[in-house]
């Protein structure tokens, strides 16, 4: 018997049927290291031991990055934080690049995708699904010293989970996990009983669901003032609309950070951020828009992290409303899209096409076999014709001011015309479009016709639910179909690849054929930092500081 069977035959006699069935499609060929780590990851398994497995079968580890030297000051420019700074309610870059730095969640996600883990040591699933065991880790302490237990996360994921309350995580647990689901079964070790079975829930309690930082039972709402947390910093100082600074928490449960402080300034526009970049007086900032990348591209002094994202642009047509109730003009307007133009020209190739459904490139249970819906001017004439609207139609788009959004909105705008829709543009400030963000008191959700911005996901689930399924918070289309809420529960709760899949396949052929929504490209997520700074990882969830260092 060759010695990796040897080894992976040890392997199996330890693991459920789940766990197995990821061997099988790693032997089987049908997925690779990455994905198998991805997946292994998610059902609990730890990152060691499946790269032991599969080194066991030829599938060698990538080299380790090697790291800086400890000490200095790494100085950051974000955003400035869209009001106080509250884990339960905060949804702003410059509010959670801030949190990341102190406060820690069970696991967080890794370049590849994979998960690890942080507060959580190990967690796996029953049968089914519908209840997740979290294994949490002994010795860590708070910044005020009380120790890190259960009790501490029962409570941040009931505040998180309360409907009656103002979490901004509801768009995750609604549906998923209510309060009271998260229970305690020792002081170490917690039970998440969800409301319906899910395959992926870590990636909800991890660092893809960024309000998900663990806080103390104790918490009353005082963040700003103590920015607590576990974590490998500590406050020492914060001045709202100006900056903030962290020290290395020397009683970190963890590897010591490698900064001796983090320095963060607060900027109110990209363009001054990008200038204190180019001017040497920071050394790294947040991710910056595909519209202005140009100005650090082809800076010598400056390096650009592109990491692919499953960031995207929902262009959203009202199923209610004439004359989008006509799947036939929603598709016509899919067609006339030209997505070369978007991807090479609007995004300067810095983005991966998409195929009009959430399932972008970088997911890998997406179909590429599906066709992709490319530009097909003669095609979409006819399916106005059918509908009744040779002629065309007036409408118009709103959408918000940001990022590449207007560019996108203008060329959508001259696509449009070719086959006769004539689309005025609404183009509006963040704060007006999102409203207050519920159905009869939001531009987004209430415009027949409209362009939102998707912030990267690791996994699907939230693009699926929210925008989509029939009751989503978030479906601006008004699209309501029942074999679609079946698929996306069925992909919801499936623990193997294969039901993955094939929900998968079934999700994106259905959303082809009915296109609510229109998904023309996911823009990949651009960071610059310095020369001088080594040690960023390239995940698109948000900055990581701690293993961060500037040569002098």
């Known amino acids: 018997m060759p010695k990796h069977s040897t080894t992976i035959e040890a392997a199996r006699k330890t693991l459920s049927a789940i766990e197995n069935s990821a061997i099988d499609e790693l032997l089987a060929g049908r997925i690779g290291r990455r994905e198998f ?23 060698g580890a990538p080299q380790a990055r090697a790291e800086g030297e400890p000490g ?10 869209g009001g106080a700074i509250d ?24 370049p590849d995708l994979t998960l690890k883990p942080v507060l959580a040591e190990s967690w796996s699933p029953n049968a089914d699904g519908s209840v997740w065991t979290f294994k949490l880790r002994k010795g860590v302490k708070f910044h005020n010293g009380e120790d890190f ?9 009931d505040r998180l989970a309360d409907p009656n309350g103002p979490s901004n995580a509801l768009s995750v647990f609604k549906g998923l996990l209510s309060k009271g689901g998260t229970r305690k079964v020792d002081d170490h070790t917690v039970e998440f009983h969800l409301d319906a079975p899910n395959g992926s829930f870590p990636y909800s309690v991890s660092i893809d669901n960024y309000n998900a930082v663990i806080l103390p039972a104790s918490y009353k709402g005082d963040y700003e003032k103590t920015f607590e947390g576990t974590g490998p910093f500590r406050l020492e100082s914060y001045t709202p609309k100006v900056g903030a600074t962290f020290v290395r928490n020397a009683d970190y449960w963890g590897e010591k950070a490698l900064p001796d402080r983090l320095e963060f300034k607060f900027y109110g526009d990209v363009q001054p951020r990008i200038l204190a970049l180019q001017a040497g007086e920071v ?7 595909l519209d202005v990348s140009q100005v650090v591209l082809g800076n010598p002094d400056i390096t650009v992290l592109r990491v692919a994202s499953t960031a995207h642009r929902q262009l959203h047509m009202r199923c209610d409303m004439a004359p989008f109730t006509d799947k036939r003009v929603r598709q016509a307007l899919a067609l006339c899209i030209d997505r070369s133009k978007l991807v090479d020209g609007l995004c300067r190739g810095m983005a991966a096409t998409g195929n009009d459904s959430p399932f972008a490139p970088a997911f890998p249970v997406t179909d590429k076999s599906v066709a992709q819906r490319t530009q097909d001017i003669a095609k979409a004439k006819q399916l106005m014709e059918a509908a009744g609207l040779a002629s065309g139609f007036d409408m118009t788009l709103t959408t918000l001011r940001y990022s590449d959004i207007p560019g996108y909105a203008q060329l959508f705008q001259n696509f449009a015309k070719e086959i006769g ?58 699209f309501k179909n029942a074999s679609y809420d079946g698929l996306v529960t069925s992909y919801l709760k499936a623990l193997d690849l294969d039901a993955q899949r094939k929900a998968a ?16 490209y996911f823009p990949d997520l651009l960071v610059p930092v310095r020369k001088t700074v080594s040690g960023v990882p390239p995940i698109a969830a948000g900055l990581l500081l701690d293993r961060v260092s500037v040569a002098s």
């Open 505 to 520: 396949s079934d999700i994106q052929k259905l959303l082809l054929d009915e296109t609510p929504v229109i998904f023309s």
């Open 283 to 289: 050394d790294v900032l947040d991710a910056i828009p």
């Open 149 to 157: 237990k259960a009790d501490d996360v029962v409570a941040t994921f």
């Open 72 to 81: 200095g000051t790494v100085r950051a420019g974000i955003a400035v934080p």
């Open 421 to 478: 829709a004539r689309i005025a543009l609404n183009i509006e400030d963040q704060d007006k479009y999102y409203g207050k963000a519920v159905f009869g008191q939001s531009d987004w959700l209430d415009s027949p016709l409209g362009i939102t911005d998707y912030a990267h996901r690791s996994v699907p689930n939230v693009f699926l639910k929210s925008p989509l399924v029939s009751d989503g918070p978030w479906n601006a289309a008004h």
């Open 87 to 110: 884990p339960v309610t905060f949804y702003d870059s410059g509010s959670y690049q801030l949190a990341f730095q102190t406060s820690e969640f069970l696991c967080v996600t890794q």
């Open 37 to 59: 780590l991805r997946h292994g990851s998610v059902l609990g398994l730890s990152l060691p031991f499946l790269g032991g497995i599969a080194s066991a079968v030829g599938l």
